[in-house]
C-alpha cells in the first residue's frame, strides 16, 4: 500500500531553518505531483507548496523567498527546505500526493515545527 513518511521537524528559534523528507513507496513517485501542506492548532490546512511531476513549483504567498521545495525521484523523496523560519511557521506539516486520473489523495502522518520567538 502507499506510505507517506515525514520526517525533519523539531523546535527551531525564530531565523533558523529546517530540512523536512517525506519518503514515498508503494506508488509510482515520478508521475505523481508532490505537496507540502501544514495545520496550526484552530487553523485550517492550509498548501504550502508543490511540485508536479514535471517540476513547476507552486507556494502560498507567505513562503514564497523563504521555503523551497524539491524533489528526488530516485529516492521517491519530496523536500521541503524551510529558512528565516517565523513563529507563525509553527504547524503540524503533512505530506500529500493530491488526487489525480490514475491514484487516490494520499497523506503521511504528519510532522510537528515549533519556532520560538
Known amino acids: 500500500q502507499v506510505q507517506l513518511v515525514e520526517s525533519g521537524g523539531g523546535l527551531v528559534q525564530a531565523g533558523g531553518s529546517l530540512r523536512l523528507s517525506c519518503a514515498a513507496s508503494?506508488?509510482?513517485?515520478?508521475?505523481?505531483?508532490m505537496g507540502w501542506y501544514r495545520q496550526a492548532p484552530g487553523k485550517q490546512r492550509e498548501l504550502v507548496a508543490r511540485?508536479?511531476?514535471?517540476?513547476?513549483?507552486t507556494y502560498v504567498d507567505s513562503v514564497k523567498g523563504r521555503f523551497t521545495i524539491s524533489r528526488d525521484n530516485a529516492k521517491n523523496t519530496v523536500y521541503l527546505q524551510m529558512n528565516s523560519l517565523k513563529p507563525e511557521d509553527t504547524a503540524v506539516y503533512y505530506c500529500?500526493?493530491?488526487?489525480?486520473?490514475?491514484?487516490?489523495?494520499?497523506w503521511g502522518q504528519g510532522t510537528q515545527v515549533t519556532v520560538s520567538s
Open positions: 508503494g506508488i509510482t513517485f515520478s508521475i505523481n505531483a
Open positions: 500529500n500526493i493530491p488526487r489525480s486520473p490514475w491514484t487516490s489523495d494520499y
Open positions: 511540485i508536479s511531476s514535471a517540476g513547476t513549483i
